[in-house]
C-alpha cells in the first residue's frame, strides 16, 4: 500500500537537517489502490492477455502464389490444450 510521507517535525526542526544521514520520516496518508469497476476488467482481460504472449509469425508458402502467416506460439497453444484434452488432465471447455 502506498503512502503519502515527509520529513518528521524534530528533524524538520533540527539545524543540521541538510548534513544528517538518520534522518525520519513520517507517513501523512494511505494511498488505496483504486478498484476498477468489473465491466472494464472484462473487457481488459482478453486485450492485456493478448498483449503479454510473445508472438513469433512464420510465413509458410503452400503454392507459387499463395503464402499463409501462422503465428507458432497460438499452434503451441492450441496443441498443449488437445494433448492434455485427450488425457482428460485440467480443464477445457467444449471437451
Known sequence: ?????????????????????RKRMEAMEYLEPKVADSASVDYAAPVL??????????DIKVGE??????????LK???????????GIGFYSGA
Open 1 to 21: 500500500m502506498p503512502t503519502i510521507s515527509r520529513l518528521c517535525e524534530q528533524c524538520r526542526k533540527c539545524p543540521f537537517v541538510s548534513k544528517c544521514n
Open 49 to 58: 492477455a493478448d498483449i503479454l504472449v510473445k508472438h513469433d509469425y512464420r
Open 65 to 74: 502464389n499463395t503464402t499463409i502467416t501462422i503465428d507458432v506460439e497460438e
Open 77 to 87: 497453444q492450441q496443441m498443449k490444450e488437445e494433448f492434455y484434452r485427450e488425457l
